[in-house]
Nanobody
Framework: QVQLVESGGGLVQTGGSLRLSCAGS????????MGWFRQAPGQDREFVAA????????YYSDSVKGRFTISRDNAKSTQYLQMNSLKPEDTAVYYC?????????????????WGQGTQVTVSS
């Protein structure tokens, strides 16, 4: 099973940008679909974005569409989440996810591999 390590979270003001990275541990990284989920205090973990193994198909939640961009570099076994025009409601712990298929309708309970999470805080 692939192991995942996120980085890039932090504190940013409303309207600012952050880029999250997620490094995978195995050479089979390129065979996995990758995604990002987030969890705010007291709420369930929710889907944010996903990308297929080749990088030519992406999915976004309605709340981040047009502001966030997911990408991957299979040669580096890394995926990214570029977050622009951040809002206070984007504040959450962001988790990297890997599975054979991840789409906008994927429930977090079905994901088989998670990173440890990275905190993103957007101040108003």
């Amino acid at each position: 099973q692939v192991q995942l390590v996120e980085s890039g979270g932090g504190l940013v003001q409303t309207g600012g940008s952050l880029r999250l990275s997620c490094a995978g541990s195995r050479r089979t990284f390129s065979s996995y679909a990758m995604g990002w989920f987030r969890q705010a205090p007291g709420q369930d973990r929710e889907f944010v974005a996903a990308i297929n193994w080749s990088g030519d198909t992406t999915y976004y939640s309605d709340s981040v569409k047009g502001r966030f961009t997911i990408s991957r570099d299979n040669a580096k076994s890394t995926q990214y989440l570029q977050m622009n025009s951040l809002k206070p409601e984007d504040t959450a712990v962001y988790y990297c996810a890997a599975d054979h298929k991840i789409t906008a309708s994927t429930m977090y309970t079905s994901i088989t591999a998670w990173g440890q999470g990275t905190q993103v805080t957007v101040s108003s």
